[in-house]
């Protein structure tokens, strides 16, 4: 035991760089090596958000009410909780749905309220004015492309008639572009941040992860499994680049 407590940080570290490994192994083929590490991630992540919802939600605000202060009337959420687990029910299955019913409503009058207070203020504000006093020419021209990339992409989304007038047709063509050129900003940040990820774990293995393998193993036999992992690494790229594709048979 005071083994564990004097290299808890050292076996730490030991345990995430093994699941480094172990799930970037997908990225050659898919093993039971990741699947264990995958299966003991969602495991993990599954007791953590138990926890986090007993912790921070159903304790401190039904249990702690319920019981310490007195609030009986809380009873009630754990009825209305305990209606959902009836969808396993074949007979009784229409329990769940009345729970579900209220839940959906709710949950559709709460995102209505919000996208009216996000989204209003931001239509709102899209109604810029042209000219302004004491701000330059500039202003004036990326408000008036603003209007050009708006309405062209509002005319994209006009399916009630069709778009044979030759106007209509050439802006709902050039919104159609401009929403790409939108939806691959968002697809190049998407694939920003999953390298923003790679590059995290990458710092860490670097940063914490080398210098316990220089501690354990020494400087000599750092080099020599550097070596071995950078083989191994050239090895499996060459192969995948000089695979053969499968041959599908003729149906």
């Excluded at 609030?71 to 969808?87: E, K, L, T």
């Excluded at 004036?140 to 603003?146: N, Q």
């Excluded at 316990?212 to 192969?239: D, H, M, P």
Aim: glycine share 8%; proline share 4%.
């Amino acid at each position: 035991m005071k083994w564990l407590v004097e290299n808890a940080s050292a076996i730490t570290i030991w345990c995430a760089a093994l699941s480094t490994f172990a799930i970037y192994s997908v990225l050659y083929a898919e093993n039971k090596f990741y699947r264990f590490f995958e299966h003991l991630f969602i495991g993990l992540a599954t007791g953590y958000g138990v926890y986090i919802a007993w912790s921070q939600v159903l304790g401190p605000m039904w249990w702690t009410p319920m019981i310490a202060r007195g609030q009986w009337y809380w009873a009630f959420a754990a009825v209305a909780g305990s209606m959902f687990y009836f969808m396993y029910s074949r007979r009784n299955v229409w329990i769940s749905r009345v729970i579900f019913g209220a839940f959906m409503g709710t949950a559709a009058g709460g995102m209505f309220r919000e996208f009216y207070e996000i989204y209003f203020p931001q239509i709102g504000s899209s109604m810029k004015p042209f000219t302004d006093s004491g701000l330059s020419p500039w202003y004036t021209i990326s408000v008036i492309m603003f209007y050009v990339v708006l309405l062209a992409c509002m005319s994209y989304f006009f399916f009630s008639f069709d778009h044979k007038n030759a106007a209509l047709k050439r802006s709902a063509t050039a919104g159609r572009w401009f929403l790409m050129i939108g939806f691959g900003a968002m697809f190049g940040a998407t694939v920003m941040g999953r390298m923003t990820l790679f590059i995290g774990r990458f710092n860490f293995l670097f940063n914490n992860w080398v210098p316990q393998v220089k501690i354990a193993w020494g400087a000599e036999w750092f080099r020599i499994l550097v070596a071995v992992l950078a083989l191994t690494a050239a090895f499996f790229i060459i192969r995948a680049f000089l695979r053969k594709p499968k041959v599908q048979p003729p149906a």
